[in-house]
């Protein structure tokens, strides 16, 4: 029983992001109510965490003894629900602080999103800060009555009925933790049913692994949830629907899975763990969890929430618990990013997720390309940065490319075996989209003589080339690259037609193009490989790290790529026409513009157009002017 002491009590009006809140969630959601009571119940699992933690190093706490567990209690006539827990509780600062507050940001976020649909917005209570919230979807009035794991501060209670204000007050409660107490509305009466919040419990939080009681009135408590630690026992006894609904109740996701790892070893470190990859990247409508990181047990005890340490940070989707009885009990937050035994598991839990991932990718292409679309990018980051085990990651790394067009795939390995016999280098196209890279000019020669190009279109795609050199031996080669080593002889692809226009002719063009360019580019000449395409920009030779130009184009707002070279189709209908028109007629005004738009088409190919638009448009329009009057 807990009464409140006979002292004022103080009524408070919440932060106007909070009054906007309370009135979307007891008026907005109405088609997954029950989802209130996960909330709290996840609340009194932190608390008992933070509990159980505090006291491996501090037993002077109110109740040392007391069971660390939750307790339901029902009266089905008085519609009242009471969620009781034994966790680290709270002073009454502090119930200010987390009750009668919230995150500006979080909320700020939630409410901007508030217009999107049901679904939705259920989906995202929680990420910001907003779950106990969820209970005045239910709540006629809130009661929440707490008393802190410090001996010398008081119980206090806080109030409120969801409208605007709160009330808070001292109380008196002799035993350690957090009370809730809920009225419930009339149309939530459903609500006020063991049988009902038992069948909530196992759906929700049925591996909380602390005991959660259930009761009425008058009735003996029984435990609703499952509590075993699925991470501790056999992978073998686990099946399917277990994993999948684990998964949801530990990241509140609604799609099962894409893969899990199950992971149980005493050597080279004590490790019990479930790894899971999510279905996509994207979770919820707004962004991924603020948060990343693993759960971080030793010996059923929380440790961390969101441990960084035991995964590479290209990782960082990969969802789950790690459970090690070679941690210390007493190890400190602080500390576990320097314990040995810490390094020891993330070199084997990186082992084992990247021998699954291959394990997929060999045994279930088609989830492994859901997997790649989803999450390619980031093991592209572990090639990149992860040299110890950049051999691992690079056969996880997949490509379209000439060969397999926009809807196939090719490895490195596929690459290499279909290589031409005298071809020593992997050649690779960067652009912005398939689209882009597919007409670029770069290709005609490789188009020409069979020679694969692999596309890479992600923005990290030149950070990842710069750093991955090498495969078996076989050097990677950028094809706007001006010293390419090409396996056939591109002199005699220009030998294999007649000179469209004499040579004098051509000089006078490229002599003139340089004038019109300025230093926009380089130089001008001739391009010897060049077949389709009417002209080409290569990188110079001396152009350091121009793979990335793509990532600094993304990351630097104000970055301007370095002048290339232009290349010039002499056999190609527009290069020579130009050269006539420029010999026959130097002062026509269409050489210019034809010469400006020629140079914007391929940096719009290339992905690094710098002009202006309308400048465009309106140069665009003049020369169908001309093409119609002709």
């Known amino acids: 029983m807990v009464d409140t002491v006979e002292t004022p009590i103080e009524s408070l009006e919440y932060r106007t992001e909070v009054k906007q809140l309370l009135d979307i969630l007891a008026h907005s959601l109405y088609t997954d109510r029950e989802i209130f009571l996960r909330e709290l119940i996840s609340n009194a699992s932190d608390a008992l965490n933070r509990i159980q933690f505090e006291m491996l190093t501090n037993h002077d706490v109110v109740d040392p003894d007391a069971e660390l567990a939750i307790t339901i209690t029902v009266d089905d006539e008085a519609r009242v629900i009471t969620i009781a827990d034994t966790g680290i509780g709270m002073n009454r600062d502090e119930l200010v602080e987390n009750l009668g507050t919230i995150a500006h940001s979080g909320a700020r976020t939630f409410l901007q999103n508030a217009g999107q649909s049901q679904s939705t917005l259920e989906e995202i209570i929680g990420q910001f800060g907003v779950g106990f919230y969820s209970v005045f979807m239910v709540a006629e009035e809130v009661t929440v009555v707490s008393r802190s794991y410090r001996p010398q501060d008081r119980a206090a209670q806080w109030q409120s009925t969801g409208d605007s204000r709160f009330t808070l007050a001292d109380a008196d409660k002799s035993t350690r933790g957090t009370e809730i107490r809920i009225r419930l509305k009339e149309d939530a009466a459903e609500f006020a049913s063991t049988w009902r919040l038992e069948s909530i419990i196992k759906r929700h939080s049925d591996y909380v692994s602390f005991p959660i009681y259930v009761k009425d009135k008058e009735g003996e408590p029984k435990v609703a949830n499952r509590r075993t630690a699925l991470w501790r026992q056999s992978p073998s006894k686990v099946e399917a629907a277990e994993y999948e609904e684990f998964y949801k109740q530990l990241t509140f996701d609604d799609a099962a899975p894409l893969l899990h790892v199950h992971m149980v070893a005493d050597a080279p470190a004590n490790v019990r763990s479930i790894l899971f990859v999510p279905a996509r990247r994207e979770r919820s409508s707004l962004?991924?969890?603020?948060?990343?990181?693993?759960?971080?047990?030793?010996?059923?005890?929380?440790?961390?929430?969101?441990n960084k340490e035991l995964l590479p940070e290209y990782l960082r989707f990969v969802e789950g618990v790690v459970d090690s009885e070679d941690l210390p009990l007493n190890v400190s937050r602080e500390t576990v990013q320097s314990n040995p035994v810490t390094r020891q598991l993330r070199k084997a839990l990186t082992n084992r997720l990247l021998k699954e991932l291959k394990n997929l990718a060999e045994q279930d292409a088609a989830q492994y390309a859901t997997f790649w679309s989803e999450f390619g990018v980031f093991i592209k980051e572990g090639v990149a940065s992860d040299f110890a085990n950049r051999e691992a990651l690079q056969e996880l790394l997949r490509f379209h490319s000439t060969h397999t067009g926009a809807d196939g795939w090719t490895t490195l390995k596929e690459y290499i075996a279909r290589m031409q016999p005298?071809?020593?280098?992997?050649?690779?196209?960067?652009?912005?989209?398939?689209?882009?890279?597919?007409?670029?000019p770069h290709l005609d020669y490789f188009r020409k003589h069979n020679i694969e190009v692999l596309y890479l279109t992600d923005f990290i795609d030149g950070y990842?080339?710069?750093?991955?050199?090498?495969?078996?031996?076989?050097?990677l080669q950028n094809v706007d690259a001006a010293d390419l080593d090409l396996p056939k002889d591109a002199e005699a692809?220009?030998?294999?037609?007649?000179?469209?226009?004499?040579?004098?002719?051509?000089?006078?063009?490229?002599?003139h193009v340089k004038q019109v360019l300025g230093d926009r580019v380089?130089?001008?000449?001739?391009?010897?490989?060049?077949?389709d395409s009417p002209a080409r920009l290569v990188s110079p030779e001396d152009e350091y790290a121009r793979e990335l130009q793509y990532v600094r184009r993304?990351?630097?707002?104000?970055?301007?790529?370095?002048?290339?070279?232009?290349?010039?189709?002499?056999?190609?209908?527009?290069?020579?026409?130009?050269?006539?028109?420029?010999?026959?007629?130097a002062a026509n005004p269409l050489i210019d513009p034809s010469v400006e738009q020629l140079f914007d088409n391929l940096q719009l190919l290339d992905g690094a157009y710098q002009g202006s638009v309308a400048d465009m448009v309106e140069r665009i329009q003049k020369l169908m002017g001309a093409a119609l009057r002709s």
Do not use: C, W
């Open 522 to 531: 380089r130089e001008v000449r001739e391009g010897k490989t060049l077949i």
């Open 493 to 511: 692809t220009a030998e294999d037609a007649a000179e469209a226009v004499s040579q004098d002719a051509f000089e006078k063009l490229l002599t």
């Open 422 to 440: 005298d071809q020593k280098a992997i050649y690779y196209i960067l652009g912005d989209s398939l689209k882009s890279v597919m007409r670029s």
């Open 464 to 475: 990842m080339v710069s750093q991955l050199r090498q495969v078996e031996e076989k050097t």
């Open 287 to 306: 962004r991924l969890r603020p948060e990343y990181g693993l759960r971080l047990y030793s010996r059923k005890i929380l440790i961390q929430e969101h």
């Open 554 to 585: 993304v990351i630097e707002e104000d970055y301007v790529a370095p002048a290339k070279t232009l290349e010039l189709n002499r056999r190609h209908p527009i290069v020579a026409n130009l050269a006539r028109l420029l010999s026959e007629d």
